[in-house]
């Protein structure tokens, strides 16, 4: 369940030793010590509050995790959870609003002139240019006089002002993270701030927003070379689930998405049962309970949304993807394998540690120490997602001189091995002691104990799984680890994808800017 | 991962009360109506800190929640202090000093023991200090304390791990170009430091060659003779740990302070300046000049300028660029402070190219608008809330507290300097803002540099009317070796 974000950014391997970690055996750290302090509530509407007492400082961190992300998204709409999660920052009826009653009014006009532009624009055959513009002008103006309602800011502004820390939100596939940390005795008005923006979401400059997150797909993924290569190796993973799909959206999507459309993803997927909110910190659960119960039951209940049907077939094609340009060469493979339910979850931890993790780690010790090919290369999984079924990815910075082709046969040889051979005791060991020490380690921080409460919660039913899946861990055998490099290190079930350095055109002009 | 919100220029919060508000009067509020009870008693619990006779410093900060032990050794002494015909050289050394591992215990052999106990010991190179740190469960304290001093006397730097430190220093030479945003920075601090500074020389192929083994063991033998700050933090006995450190560290001669610096800081030489990258969409425009250093007393009224200027939502770019005009989902500026030498003033703007232009006027506008749009009631109240009400976020840890304290005393800072810093930033008035931006922001002294797709830049930045369009050059020079 752990995800590395960017175990690309390409800073070293040395750089992810963090800091100290060790062994349970302690006081405030078993399971038992955190059922004493743990209060898990389920209310009517179906919403699950998760309190866990931590008065180390008069702070508090909060986790909200909406079972949905951008893999929900409906055809034709790659990007809608995103953009979504900005809507959730513009306020409610109640804040971020000069006149609530006119401003609904002039948001629905919004709405007619953007669905007249886009019905013009979309036509495939005889679109008015001359109308199209006229209706972008009407456009305009609808935009314009909604503003007017509009108190910008008003709703990050207040909890800012009330000692927000590290407020944001992350969009994933598999789900939407709202969090941030503040002084315990703002409890009440997070409360208030954060079940009204759950519930009571206005699509308040809604495209305006938009222009914003098409920025943020420009900056993440059109001008970063890896952020290009990544896209494109999962739509060539996947053929059929919708990880293959660019998740802060396909540019003609993302550019097409419309509030109405925001609005009801948030009616089908932010309802009390998708929604496990996970309080950490100074916090008194028997005191605090009844408040944060009433502002929590303003989320409406509604069924859990039911499952996605779509299941990535077998993939029996060996694929590659090649991309030439003029940036330094990278190489990345996948494989696909089962979701985070599988019995064998563990035994992929369990490959990705030893093929990965820091200098003793295989193939650090390879390609990096040894035949002195690469800067960097490491094993993560599950990639994009663990809710599905993911990949296990590969990737190697090569060092100057040395080609993709160099870091994907250095790889092979170092899963053949995985395959043919029993990993040592000392590797399996290892393997055990640091995952337990890493678990540990994450229970010092509010905000982290937050979010992986909320994420066990939701994805086991019970955040006691956290500690459990020690148990699993614990299980894996060398054997389990031969058998499973056996079954998915193959051919014909990889995707390859690099990038290879073309050379810069020969006397290239200067181009300065657009200036003569 | 995406986030709403991806760059961090806020600082930090927290005072108990709400401030005047301007809104109109129709909106009923109702958040105003939520009590905020009295915050519970909170005192950060500070380290005891031990000075030797040698002049070697000891922080022991008791944290007894979880079971481990970490430390750390901070060196005075990093790459502004380095030969700049082997720049990089600090960078290899803080590589090289943990891989090379001791005479008793290769760094290979270090790597096993360690990460069989899930203990980590570190070293690493800064702009200027070097560190040697470490950490492990309570029950492998002693032992992994015992292994850290020993690689912290007696290091063994070996010719092939240094090897090994060049090809990761030069695979980073080599790929300085492929990213937007490291372009930008890079280049963009140049022109505020000078691309020959202490502060910014790069490495280059030629200079991280020129380092040796011997150049790793002289700078180590130089260094650790200066005044170290020894921190350790976790679940440990105070008083054997005190006996321990000082056995350690108590018999070392006396410290050599470190000799002072006659940096010179100019400034950048006002105008606009351009990189093209073709393979883009996106503009990234950096409008750069020079900063303060923390000891000047305008600090705090400065923190709380920025804040109006790009620490949140609510700041000026992040509203004007970002939620008014769509034109940015990365925004921000501030007047930045280093601890002893000036840091730079940077707002920066990522922006489609077409509105390349668009964008750095709004971002110029609101950088002049500091002298020219008087800072509001409601403006200083909320700049100050978002700083007062969060600060408690600098302390709300032992580690943080501890890290801090390891500053202050590295630079030189008194003990209580955060106390003071804050009841500073309460007493920030109007006038206090109105005569920093008179003072600091001085828009014909930034220069402004657009990294970005120069055929999709339209209209061009010639229109941005800063003189003439000056092209970097940043084509990295090759050894003959790599083609």
């Known amino acids: ?516 | 991962m995406k986030k709403i919100f991806g760059m961090t220029f806020i600082i930090a919060i927290c005072a108990l009360i709400f401030a005047p508000n301007f809104l109109p009067a129709q909106q009923a509020k109702p958040w105003e109506q939520i009590p905020t009870p009295r915050l519970h008693d909170f005192k950060p619990h500070q380290p005891q800190r031990i000075v030797l006779k040698n002049g070697i410093v000891l922080f022991l900060q008791e944290d007894h929640e979880l079971p481990f032990v970490s430390g750390s050794v901070s060196i005075p002494g990093g790459a502004r202090e380095e030969d700049a015909a082997k720049a990089g050289l600090v960078s290899l050394y803080g590589q090289t000093w943990r891989t090379s591992g001791t005479a008793k215990l290769s760094g290979d052999a270090l790597d096993d023991l360690l990460e069989a106990k899930a203990a980590h010991i570190e070293t690493g190179g800064d702009v200027d200090s070097t560190a040697l740190s470490w950490d492990s469960l309570k029950g492998d304290a002693d032992q992994v304390f015992a292994l850290a001093m020993d690689l912290l006397f007696h290091p063994q730097f070996s010719a092939e791990k240094l090897q090994l430190a060049q090809q990761q220093v030069a695979t980073e030479i080599m790929r300085r170009n492929d990213d937007e945003g490291e372009i930008a920075s890079r280049e963009s601090a140049k022109l505020v430091y000078g691309a020959n500074s202490p502060y910014t020389r790069q490495p280059e192929f030629a200079t991280i060659g020129a380092v040796t083994v011997d150049d790793l063991k002289a700078w180590h033998d130089r260094t650790i003779g200066g005044k170290l700050i020894v921190a350790i933090s976790g679940d440990f006995d105070p008083a054997a740990m005190e006996a321990k450190l000082r056995a350690a560290f108590e018999g070392l001669p006396a410290v050599k302070a470190a000799p002072p610096r006659h940096d010179t800081f100019a400034g950048p030489k006002p105008g606009l300046w351009f990189i093209n990258k073709e393979d883009v969409n996106q503009s990234n425009v950096q409008i750069v000049g020079l900063g303060t250093d923390r000891r000047n007393p305008d600090v705090p009224a400065l923190v709380v300028m920025n804040e109006i200027l790009g620490g949140g939502f609510a700041s000026r770019l992040f509203q004007k660029v970002r939620t008014e005009l769509g034109l940015a989902y990365a925004v921000g500026g501030s007047y930045g402070y280093a601890w002893d030498h000036p840091g730079e003033f940077r707002a920066e703007v990522l922006t489609k190219s077409a509105t390349t232009v668009d964008a750095t006027k709004a971002a110029l506008d609101q950088i002049a608008g500091l002298t020219t749009r008087p800072f509001t009631d409601e403006e200083l109240a909320r700049a100050k809330d978002n700083i007062l009400n969060s600060f408690l976020f600098r302390y709300d840890t032992r580690e943080k507290v501890l890290a801090e304290r390891v500053k202050l005393e590295f630079y030189g800072y008194p003990a209580d300097y955060l106390e003071t810093y804050k009841a500073a930033l309460e007493k920030v008035t109007l006038a206090d803002l109105d005569r920093v931006a008179k003072k600091y922001i001085h828009p014909d002294k930034l220069a402004i540099l657009v990294v970005g797709n120069g055929p999709e830049i339209k209209p061009g930045l010639d229109e941005l009317k800063q003189g003439p369009v000056q092209p970097i050059d940043i084509t990295i020079p090759m050894p003959n070796s790599v083609h």
């Not at chain 1, 800073?11 to 062994?23: N, P, R, S, W, Y």
């Not at chain 1, 941030?180 to 979401?201: I, K, Q, T, Y």
């Not at chain 1, 509604?302 to 060469?329: D, H, L, N, S």
């Open chain 1, 1 to 516: 369940m752990q995800r590395k974000t960017s175990p690309w950014i390409y800073k070293g391997v040395m750089a992810l030793m963090l800091a100290a970690i060790a062994l349970a055996g302690a006081r405030a750290q078993d399971l038992k010590s955190f059922e004493q302090r743990i209060t898990t509530k389920v209310l009517l509407n179906g919403l699950t509050l998760v309190i866990c007492e931590r008065p180390e400082a008069p702070v508090f961190s909060y986790s909200t995790f909406i079972d949905a992300g951008d893999v929900n998204d409906p055809s034709g709409e790659s990007g809608l959870a995103h953009m979504f999660e900005h809507l959730a920052f513009k306020g409610t009826s109640q804040i971020g609003t000069k006149d609530y009653a006119a401003e609904k009014i002039a948001l629905a006009k919004v709405e007619a002139a953007n669905d007249a532009y886009e019905a013009e624009y979309l036509k495939a055959v005889g679109r008015d240019e001359a109308k199209l513009a006229e209706l972008k002008k009407a456009f305009k103006e609808a935009e314009a006089e909604a503003h007017k309602y509009v108190i910008p800011n008003q709703f990050t502004d207040v909890a800012e002002r009330n000692g927000a820390e590290g407020l944001n939100a992350e969009t994933q596939l598999d789900e939407t993270i709202y969090f941030w940390s503040m002084p315990e005795n703002r409890l009440e008005l997070w409360a208030w701030l954060e079940s009204g923006r759950l519930a009571d979401v206005v699509p308040r400059e809604f495209y305006k927003e938009r222009d914003v997150v098409i920025e943020e797909r420009r900056m993440r993924t059109d001008s970063n070379p890896i952020g290009r290569l990544v896209e494109q190796f999962l739509a060539t993973a996947y053929v059929a689930h919708n990880y293959g799909r660019s998740a802060i959206g396909w540019p003609s999507e993302v550019s097409q998405i419309n509030a109405t459309e925001a609005m009801d993803f948030h009616k089908k997927y932010y309802v009390g049962a998708n929604i496990v909110v996970a309080v950490v910190g100074d916090v008194k659960a028997s005191e605090m309970l009844p408040m944060l119960e009433k502002y929590f039951s303003n989320i409406p209940a509604g069924p859990k949304p039911e499952e996605m049907t779509t299941v990535e077939p077998k993939q029996f094609a060996e694929k590659t993807v090649a991309i030439r340009e003029q940036t330094q060469p990278f190489y990345l493979e996948g494989y696909h394998r089962p979701d985070y339910r599988s019995p064998d979850a563990e035994v992929y931890d369990a490959i990705t540690d030893i093929m990965s993790n820091g200098r003793v780690s295989r193939l650090y010790r390879s390609l990096v120490r040894d035949q002195q090919i690469a800067a960097e290369a490491e094993g993560f999984s599950p990639f994009p997602g663990d809710k599905y079924p993911g990949l296990f990815a590969f990737y190697a910075v090569p060092l100057p001189g040395h080609t993709p082709a160099e870091m994907r046969d250095a790889i092979h040889k170092e899963i053949d091995k995985l395959k043919t051979a029993d990993v040592t005791d000392e590797e399996l060991a290892m393997y055990k002691t640091r995952t337990r020490a890493d678990l540990l380690r994450g229970l010092a921080d509010n905000q982290g104990l937050a979010n992986s409460l909320a994420q066990y919660q939701t994805r086991y039913g019970d955040w006691r799984e956290l500690f459990r899946q020690l148990d699993k861990v614990d299980k894996v055998t060398k054997a389990d680890i031969r058998r499973v490099a056996n079954e998915v290190f193959v051919p014909s079930n990889r995707t390859e994808s690099w990038i290879e350095t073309e050379a810069a055109p020969a006397a290239a002009a200067q181009k300065d800017g657009g200036a003569q």
